[in-house]
């Protein structure tokens, strides 16, 4: 554990300091990144205005809310692409990166989590200009306050998990741009990012539960807006606990199985 714990240090400080190289392109990143839930803000506010002051329990404070979390929550989870694989494959960096003495998922993992700190600083100036502009609803409890903190932790540690995992499927296939396409469309209508699970389908908000998504998504967002029960937190971070472990046993065989097969393509 010593080692594991100096190799993500290292790596955490090499790759902050590279980060913080790119500060202005990083915050107008972030800008452009939170034009798409200023829209979903604006929209959702005026349909909740015109049925009477709500819908599905959600006040035009709410959306605003949840909409402003949204860009922290969805700042915290990016992850490496699985697009990331098929380039390193294809142009065979991912060779010497084999010479390495620790396992790549942990020197991604180390180096995505100093990606977040920089971020997360960054943010804070548009996260408080959006509540100014807003004024959102949000008045979580303490527990509820530091229960997000853990799972927008835990929620990224498990998407990354899931999508590094995903991204091995380039040991066999080199192209698999559909496969990934498939998943993040998927993720993309079942994790709450589009609106919240509770105003999707009946049958949706069912299916939902047995994919990982809104565990890292909705879930973490619904927590800090004070809508979730204790017992419902406790299934949420169980959830997430299951998906990493799953997660993990994939990339422990599609590595062991991957590398066997491997041979760099080259560009």
Partial sequence: M??????????????????????????????TMAVEPVIYLVVWQIVATQQ??????????????????????????????????????LRGTLSPMLLR??????????GFFSF???????WIPIGVGLTLAFRPDLHPTGWQAAAFAV???????????LVWALGLATFWI????????VYFGLELFLSGRLVPIVLLPLWMQQASRWFPFQWSFGFPIELLLGKLTVEQTLIGFGAQAVWFVIGALLIAILWREGLKRYGAVGA
């Fill in 2 to 31: 010593t080692r594991y714990a100096g190799v993500y240090w290292a790596q955490f400080k090499a790759q902050l300091i590279s980060n913080m190289q790119y500060r202005v392109a990083l915050l107008l990143w972030l800008l």
């Fill in 52 to 89: 009477g002051g709500s819908v599905a329990g959600y006040t035009a404070g709410d959306f605003a809310a949840y909409y402003i979390v949204w860009t922290l929550v969805r700042q915290m989870n990016i992850a490496l692409t699985p697009y990331e694989f098929e380039e390193r494959i």
């Fill in 101 to 110: 003495p620790m396992h790549l998922y942990h020197l991604d993992l180390a």
């Fill in 116 to 122: 977040k700190a920089v971020t997360l600083f960054l």
């Fill in 151 to 161: 799972a927008i932790v835990t929620g990224f540690i498990m998407r990354f998990t």
């Fill in 174 to 181: 080199v192209k698999v741009s559909a496969l990934f396409e």
